[in-house]
């Protein structure tokens, strides 16, 4: 029987309190079960039981065999001596703390229907294991969870951003750059645009900010798209000719080196996705007063945020997709879908990182009523949950759903889920929902 069963068992009092009982065959009363613990030490700290008519305060320690106590070398660390009671599946031997006192156990009795039910959702070859259970949850329950679970995936995406945050000097400007340019690759040309952004640090667009041409020159040059054996098409191109002329005297100005022209990919890629075309409505975004995240932050509606990232390509673009090659007239704005990609994966989680860290409350709601306001996305992960009956209103009950599956379903988390732990609680039965106990 996995430990991390009985965990919830315990955490969520879904075993027969009765079987809780002192080496007198007294009863245990479980005033509080502690603080579940997913770091290294006892599995729950501060719980309060009274123990022969005596309240205690320490730690529950919790295995499938009391031997594991030993098994796991828990006898001789010090960080068990304050174990108060240790809960077992099966009490198949005595233990003692490191200073050699003997630990109380405990023999733990549940309704094996629960552990029945957990092994249905974890063996189920689904990878949404509870896909033919979850109508019987509430659906405002799985709203509630749902919310809390956008948090979460913000908050890991927080440790990215402040990573960068702390690789860029302390510098907002400088880490919004960096994270934009990632997303602007849109999975295919990532790198190529992580790598631009390492060899062209903003500092230097920074200077250049009235002017849009210098910008893409910057851009284009320091990608080493201006390499003239990659366009042979481009040798009389007026355009191209200007560029390369105007990145020659910016790159010995900052001693700028050039990627590698070759990194690009253009294959399999629809034209206005050409790598050529979002350099050059980067250069749009990043050219105006004031910082781009500054901009960003003084948004408080949706349009005036879309406004900021829905730009277009400079008017060469309009009949090219790559340097000296025609095409038919089509102005190249970034579009609604890729810059609700941006605003999801970039500008968003920036803001809202910017909020927690300066513990400014409102920037984060507002960060999280933008969410609300995009278009959910559309994936093969979202038309799963769509098949099942749970449809996303919004990009904020997207990114829950996505964050959901990833992090819970796919690596089987149920007892951490708030809807298999409920699920799991009813048992292979399902009981009525108002009996359950769990917290929302």
């Known amino acids: 029987m996995k430990e991390e069963f009985l965990h919830y068992l315990w955490k969520y009092s879904l075993y027969d309190p009765d079987s809780i009982r002192d080496t007198e065959n007294n009863k245990i009363k479980v005033i ?5 613990n997913h770091d290294a030490g006892p599995d729950f700290f501060n719980a309060r039981l009274i123990i022969g008519g005596t309240e205690w305060a320490g730690n529950v320690e919790i295995h499938s065999s009391a031997s ?25 031997k005595k233990v003692f703390n490191s200073k050699g006192v003997e630990i109380l156990t405990t023999t733990m009795s549940f309704n094996p229907e629960l552990y029945e039910k957990y092994l249905d959702l974890v063996n189920n070859p689904f990878i949404i294991a509870c896909q033919e259970d979850i109508r019987q949850i509430d659906p405002l329950f799985v709203r509630h969870w749902l919310g809390s679970l956008v948090i979460e995936r913000l908050r890991e995406k927080s440790e990215q951003i402040l990573r960068i945050y702390s690789e860029t000097g302390n510098d907002w400007e400088e880490t919004f750059y960096r994270l934009l340019c990632r997303y ?8 190529p645009f992580e790598m631009l952004a390492t060899a062209l640090p903003f500092r230097i667009i920074r200077k250049h900010s009235d002017n849009r041409f210098q910008i893409e020159a910057l851009l284009f040059g320091s ?8 366009f042979r098409e481009a040798v009389t191109d007026d355009y191209y000719i200007s560029l390369i002329r105007e990145y020659k ?10 990627l590698h022209g070759w990194i690009w990919k253009f294959a399999r890629l629809r034209p206005a996705n050409f790598p050529t075309v979002r350099l050059s409505q980067l250069a749009a975004m990043l050219s105006g007063t004031g910082g781009l995240f500054s901009r960003a932050l003084e948004c ?13 390509a400079s008017d060469y673009w309009d009949n090219h997709f790559v340097f000296g090659r025609e095409s038919r007239y089509s102005p190249k704005h970034t579009g609604s879908q890729a810059s609700d990609i941006l605003l999801i994966n970039a500008v968003i989680p920036s803001i809202f990182v910017y909020g927690r860290t300066r513990d400014i409350n409102e920037v984060c709601e507002k960060a999280l009523s933008f969410l609300e306001e995009i278009a959910p996305e559309e994936n093969s992960i979202i038309n799963e949950w769509k098949v099942i009956g749970i449809e996303a209103e919004s990009a904020f009950f997207s990114q829950a759903l996505l964050q959901l599956r990833n992090s819970y379903c796919r690596k089987r988390r149920c007892l951490d889920c708030r809807i298999g732990a409920r699920l799991i609680s009813l048992g292979r ?7 359950l106990m769990l917290e929302p």
């Open 249 to 258: 005297i910016l790159s010995a100005k900052y001693s700028l080196q050039p």
């Open 429 to 435: 039965s399902f009981r009525k929902q108002e009996e």
């Open 300 to 312: 408080n509606d949706i349009k005036d945020l879309k406004g900021v990232f829905d730009v277009r």
């Open 184 to 191: 602007f690759g849109f999975r295919v040309n990532t790198e």
């Open 68 to 92: 594991h106590f030993d098994t796991h070398g828990h006898n001789l660390d010090r960080a068990y001596d304050n174990v108060i009671l240790h809960v077992v599946a099966m009490n198949d």
């Open 223 to 230: 990608a080493g798209l201006l390499d003239e054996g990659l």
């Open 32 to 36: 509080h079960p502690g603080e579940y």
